[in-house]
């Protein structure tokens, strides 16, 4: 199957700060990218809709401003997230669709507030 | 809106046991259906991929089903494994998104 890279993996960072995750296809374009937030022992949450571009989509009560997405290229997105809290820390997980609108996902994020 | 269930949320088995885990979704206009394999703090890895025309998938010792008409998806592991135990999520996609069920945790004995 194909391949989405996510970095970091986990990272810690002290409240009022920003994080940047990154998001890559290794071996094909993506032209749309997704970003997840996944609660302890709960289901996936979409956050938003990356389209190579163009802004990003996002899901009702998802703060853009606060979450901010780039597609700048078929191979990478980032999601920013700004002025950190300790309510934002969580797992963040993107994914990619390939042939067959196949979904395929990173390896996620986990973001500690502190 | 899209509603996905999967049933049971939890499951132990002894190993050598076959698994039979249940998927069941509101809106049968979909896309496609996705089985995923989710281990503890990790990403999602892609199992089983059905397209809405199709009625099942198989690869080695997974097997998926899907009825559209009614809503129902089913994923079979033969002759589960230590190795199988892990969260185990559904999927459907219609238009462009992906509405997930809460998932299956399995646990396998040996």
């Known amino acids: 199957g194909a391949v989405v890279s996510q970095h970091p993996s986990w990272v810690i960072c002290k409240s009022g700060t920003s994080v940047k995750i990154e998001c890559r296809s290794l071996?094909?374009?993506?032209?749309?990218m997704f970003w997840y937030r996944q609660f302890p022992k709960q289901s996936l949450m979409l956050m938003a809709t990356?389209?190579?571009?163009?802004?990003?989509?996002?899901e009702q009560g998802v703060e853009k401003d606060k979450f901010l997405i780039n597609h700048a290229s078929l191979t990478l997105s980032t999601l920013t997230v700004t002025s950190a809290h300790p309510e934002d820390s969580s797992f963040y997980i993107c994914?990619?669709?390939?042939?067959?609108?196949?979904?395929?996902f990173g390896q996620g994020t986990r973001l500690t507030v502190v | 809106k899209q509603e996905v269930t999967q049933i049971p949320a939890a499951l132990s088995v002894p190993e050598g046991e076959n698994l039979v885990l249940n998927c069941s979704f509101t809106?049968?206009?979909?896309?496609?259906l996705q089985w995923f394999r989710q281990d503890p703090g990790k990403g999602l890895t892609s199992l089983l991929l059905?397209?809405?025309?199709?009625r099942e998938q198989t690869s080695g010792r997974l097997n998926a089903s899907l009825d559209k008409s009614s809503g129902r998806s089913t994923l079979y592991i033969a002759a589960s494994q230590p190795g199988d135990s892990a969260t185990y999520l559904c999927?459907?996609?219609?238009?462009?998104?992906?509405?997930f069920g809460a998932g299956t945790t399995v646990t396998v004995r040996a």
């Open positions: 994914s990619a669709l390939g042939a067959r609108a196949e979904a395929f």
């Open positions: 071996d094909f374009q993506a032209t749309t």
């Open positions: 990356s389209n190579e571009g163009s802004k990003a989509t996002y």
């Open positions: 809106d049968s206009a979909i896309y496609n």
């Open positions: 059905i397209q809405s025309s199709q």
């Open positions: 999927a459907v996609r219609d238009d462009y998104k992906l509405s």
